[in-house]
């Protein structure tokens, strides 16, 4: 076992196994003398691993044969342009859902390409929700709509999918939830996300897109930008990220031997709830978020005295446990418990702030 | 030492401590108890590795105070878009000088955004020199001159740099000479290239701009394409590739225990010699560039007998030289000897050359 629980909300802890299989295979990988970091895309042994990486991430996401899966560049922030660049197709509007900051990043940067409706907001509640969908002001003619899957920021998690109204394809940044749960990927046009928490490293972004909604890019996009280049190239238009395509795919494979996403999505209920059951018993610390919209992986709480948190934190620091600060937006502290965070490290953290409360309660 | 030589063009041999500190730091950096990909970028350890490499990067290639540094992703393929959007300033046209495949790519990109002027092409003799400055037709009002430094696949290299023509200001792409040779920033405007050659790992691009020719890009463009929200933001608009820049700050690091980039251009002239030497005492093998203009990182080769390349490359294998097919836009071989090819693996190669050729000579 490691010696720290590492609760950063991203780039985040990744498996033991997989760090330790990539420190083994630094420097000869499968015995062909390269590191992976050294191999030619176009060679047979990075063109296999390439390959893989993707039959194994179709093969546990269950992802139709009409979607292409592209690994990309740029993160979930280039793909905001992105989407309308290439989403739009000649229509004028998008609607969006506004749950929090990165719904309002995808806000900002779709608004330079194409009016943006905001369908629903939780702003009003300091985004501690996800709208009920009766709530929602759809435009039956926007090009997509689009939402934010978990909000790591709020640590606010969409735990239904929105209907589909008339031919608005869906489109979800998953960021924090990829391979967390079981998604229907066809109730989605266009599923994306960054790697760097529930997958792999930082520099990888992976864009599942349904075939209809690629080729619809504006003349004048640049090359990089157009799915159409990136998916009849199959993601290799230019060099790849191929480190970290290759430790992706170790983690593809890591999740394989767990049981497949299902089994991940158990381990991680049991994980959320261990914390959240404590947070309901104390008024000591506080969760702001309703129950049904409250994020799996990433879980936000104040102390009832803010002048505590720097006790608290350097507490958590010397029994191991790092990163627990919360983003400057929201205060406090906050808990990412991705797929790689051992229920050990929570059921540690859970300890520790009980017997924080005792202490100072 | 390793047990083979990887002769490949990119992603490209990197070197052995590299490689093996990066296998031990792999699960506990410096005692963090975190590998690098673990660590939020956000966060002291992290923060101080980018600072670090950017620092290294500076002192190696004495850029002057007035140019930002930018760590970006999506490789020299997307600069290609972003030099036009980003350069343009309101211009309407921009020269290139064509020599090869990386300028063709480089130009149809810019069409996409501006008027382009060949100022110069080598097209008419098969792209295998460079032409001379005082053949060149510029424009005086052009928004930026780029040329490629080193051309990797016809293996032909800028030894000279442009002079600039009233306040044009040169761009060049040094994807394959990065960190190779000394160069004079303050000659150019903009100097760019993908790591995945001389510096470390696919997914990190290296943008070294002027300040004043920072925060010209138009309205609508995409905010991760704007060198001024990079700039602002110290690189860190959102998640950059945090463990490919690690990487390079361990090449960085590397380089400056060699002696820095002058030693560094004498091992690669000393490595380019042997083998260009070679080349020019037989008929056997032959190399199509002019001599003052041939690369010292990429040396095309053909056999005179190209029924015989087979044999060679099968040979080259059970030798444990890797990577050595040309590139199939001109056939034959190609060995690239990038700063991490140690001399014993172009010794290798020449031997093995020179056997080859009284075999079947």
Redesign the interface.
């Known amino acids: 076992m ?3 629980f ?1 609760f ?7 498996p ?1 196994e997989v ?2 299989q ?3 295979e ?3 990988w499968h015995g ?4 992976v ?5 176009r ?1 047979k042994e ?1 063109m296999s691993i390439h390959a893989q990486a993707e039959a194994d991430m179709r093969e546990l996401m269950g992802i139709p044969s009409n979607y292409k899966v592209l690994f990309l ?6 793909q ?3 989407i309308p ?1 290439n989403l739009l197709r000649g229509k004028t509007s998008a609607d969006y859902v506004n749950t929090g900051e990165w719904s309002k990043k995808a806000i900002k ?1 779709a608004k ?2 194409c009016k943006v409706n905001i369908a629903a907001s939780s702003e009003d509640r300091s985004f501690t929700y996800v709208p009920a969908q009766g709530d929602w002001k759809r435009d039956p003619d926007a090009a997509y709509l689009h939402f934010c899957s978990n909000e790591t920021i709020g640590g606010v998690e969409f735990n239904w999918v929105p209907d589909t109204v008339g031919d608005v394809p869906l489109v979800a940044d998953v960021s924090s939830t990829f391979l967390s749960r079981p998604v229907d990927v066809a109730r989605y046009g266009l599923i994306y996300g ?1 790697a ?1 928490k529930n997958i ?5 972004t992976i864009v599942i897109v349904r075939e209809d909604l690629i080729g619809h890019a504006p ?7 157009d799915y159409k280049a990136q998916a009849d190239n199959d993601s290799m ?8 395509v290759y ?1 992706a795919g170790l983690v593809f494979q890591w999740i394989k031997r767990q049981g497949g996403v299902a089994a991940i999505e158990k381990r991680n209920l049991e994980k959320a709830q261990l914390l959240y059951d404590y947070l309901d018993t104390t008024e000591f610390y506080r969760n702001p978020v309703t129950r049904a919209d409250r994020s799996r992986m990433n879980v936000p709480f104040t102390l009832k005295d803010s002048a505590l948190d720097d006790a608290f934190l350097k507490g958590a620091q010397q029994r ?1 446990m ?2 627990l600060k919360g983003h400057r937006s929201v205060g406090g502290m906050r808990a990412s418990i991705y797929n790689a965070m051992p229920i050990e490290g929570v059921r540690a953290l859970v300890d520790y702030m009980r017997e924080f409360e005792k202490q100072h309660g």
Do not use: C
């Not at 062909?32 to 590191?35: A, D, F, P, V």
């Not at 792999?200 to 990888?204: K, M, Q, S, Y």
């Not at 003349?219 to 990089?224: R, S």
């Open positions: 490691r010696k720290v590492n950063s909300a991203g780039p985040a802890v990744l033991e760090l330790r990539a420190a083994d630094m420097l000869d062909s003398g390269q590191s970091m050294e191999m030619s895309h060679g990075y560049q740029g993160g979930a922030t280039l905001f342009a992105q660049i940067e330079l390409f960054g760097q792999g490293p930082a520099g990888l003349a004048g996009t640049p090359t990089m930008l238009l230019n060099t790849p990220p191929t480190y970290a430790v191991s790092l990163q």
